[in-house]
C-alpha cells in the first residue's frame, strides 16, 4: 500500500501552561499542508525493514516513526507478520511542519489496512498520541482545534481557507521542538482563537498569534524578516508554523501565491490549502 503522508500548518498557537510532567498545555489550530512525503507498506516474510530515500533524516533509523509505529502495534497484535516499509522524505524536518508526525499517523493507518487490524480512528487516535503530541492529529486530518497536549482534537470549519494560495518558506534551520517550547514563557492569550480564526483571513494578521515567534525572534531574527518579505509580497497573513522555522503566507481568493525574490538558502512550497 502507497500512502503519502502530508505536513501540517499551525494558524496560532498559545503556550498557556508548563506542566508537571514537562510538557505544556496549548491551543492552536492545525490545518493538513499537501507538502507530502511517499510512504510503502507490504507483508513480508523477512524481518521488518524500512528503506529511507529522499531528506537524510537525523537520528537511528530504528527510532524512526514508521518503525516506532508499526512496534507499538506489534506489541499489542503479537500474530502480525512482518513488514517492509520504504519512506520517501520530502517534507523539512525540524520545520513545525509535523513531517514525522504526518509519517507516524500514516505508518499506523496504512498498517491497520494492510494488517487488517480493523481499529477505528478513536482507536488509531490512540496510539497515534503515545508516539507524538502532534500526531493524532494526521489521522483525521482535518482541520482542527487542538487543546492539552496538542491532542485533544476538535474539528474546527474554515470554509475561507479552501483552495487558498499558499507559500512555505523552509529557511534549512532545523529548530528542536524541545528546545523551542525551553524558550517559552506560557501566557494568557491576549485573543479567543476560535473567534480570531472565524474572521476573514485579512483580519487574522492582528488576532491569530503564534506564541513561538516572540520567544524565537531573538535568535532567529531571519524568521520575522521572512513574514515581512511575505507581508510585503502582498499576503494577507502570515505566520511561524509550530515551533519553526517555517514560515508561510497566504493569498485568498488567488489560484497561486507571487514568486518572490528570495536571497539565500531557501526550500520554497507553493500551492492551495
Ligand atoms: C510545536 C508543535 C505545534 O503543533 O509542532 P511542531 O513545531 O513540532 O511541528 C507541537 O506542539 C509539537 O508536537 P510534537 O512534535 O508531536 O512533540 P512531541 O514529540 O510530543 O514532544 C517533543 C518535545 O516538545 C515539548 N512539548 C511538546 C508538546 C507540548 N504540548 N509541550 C511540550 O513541551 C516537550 O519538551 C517534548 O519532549
Ligand atoms: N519519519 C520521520 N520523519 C522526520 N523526522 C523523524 C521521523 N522519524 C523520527 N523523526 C525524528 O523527529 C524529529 C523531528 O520531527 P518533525 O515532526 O519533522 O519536526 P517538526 O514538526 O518540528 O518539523 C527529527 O529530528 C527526527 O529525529
Known amino acids: 500500500m502507497l500512502v503519502f503522508p502530508n505536513a ?3 494558524l496560532g498557537l498559545h503556550i498557556t501552561e508548563r506542566r508537571p510532567d514537562g510538557f505544556h498545555t496549548l491551543e492552536t489550530a492545525m490545518v493538513p499542508l499537501p507538502w ?35 512496534e507499538l502495534l506489534k506489541a499489542d497484535f503479537p500474530e502480525v507478520p512482518a513488514v517492509q516499509m520504504h519512506l520517501h522524505k520530502v517534507v523539512p524536518i525540524g520545520a513545525g511542519l509535523g513531517g514525522g508526525s504526518g509519517d507516524a499517523a500514516f505508518a499506523l493507518k496504512a498498517l491497520n489496512t494492510v494488517l487488517d487490524l480493523g481499529l477505528t480512528d478513536d482507536q488509531l487516535e490512540a496510539y497515534a498520541r503515545r508516539l507524538g503530541s502532534d500526531c493524532a492529529f494526521f ?57 480570531a480564526l472565524s474572521g476573514p483571513i485579512e483580519t487574522w ?20 524578516e521572512l513574514k515581512q518579505q511575505l507581508y510585503a509580497a502582498g499576503a494577507a497573513y502570515a505566520s511561524l508554523s509550530g515551533s519553526g522555522s517555517a514560515v508561510f503566507g497566504l493569498w485568498p481568493g488567488q489560484p497561486l501565491p507571487p514568486s518572490m525574490a528570495l536571497t539565500g538558502d531557501f526550500l520554497v512550497w507553493d500551492g492551495q490549502l
Open 36 to 70: 507530502c512525503d511517499a510512504l510503502e507498506v507490504l507483508p513480508s516474510t523477512a524481518e521488518t525493514s524500512l528503506a529511507l530515500t529522499g531528506r537524510p533524516i537525523p537520528g537511528d533509523p530504528a527510532t524512526n516513526l514508521c518503525i516506532r509505529a508499526y
Open 205 to 224: 494578521r492582528h488576532t491569530v498569534v503564534n506564541d513561538f515567534e516572540a520567544s524565537l525572534a531573538p535568535r532567529y531574527p531571519l524568521l520575522d
Open 8 to 10: 501540517k500548518l499551525n
Open 139 to 195: 489521522v483525521r486530518n482535518q482541520p482542527a482545534l487542538a487543546l492539552g497536549r496538542g491532542d485533544e482534537l476538535t474539528p474546527l470549519p474554515l470554509p475561507q481557507l479552501a483552495g487558498t494560495a499558499c507559500k512555505v518558506i523552509y529557511p534549512n534551520l532545523h529548530i528542536s521542538t524541545a528546545e523551542a517550547y525551553a524558550g517559552v514563557k506560557p501566557k494568557a492569550p491576549a485573543h479567543d482563537l476560535r473567534t
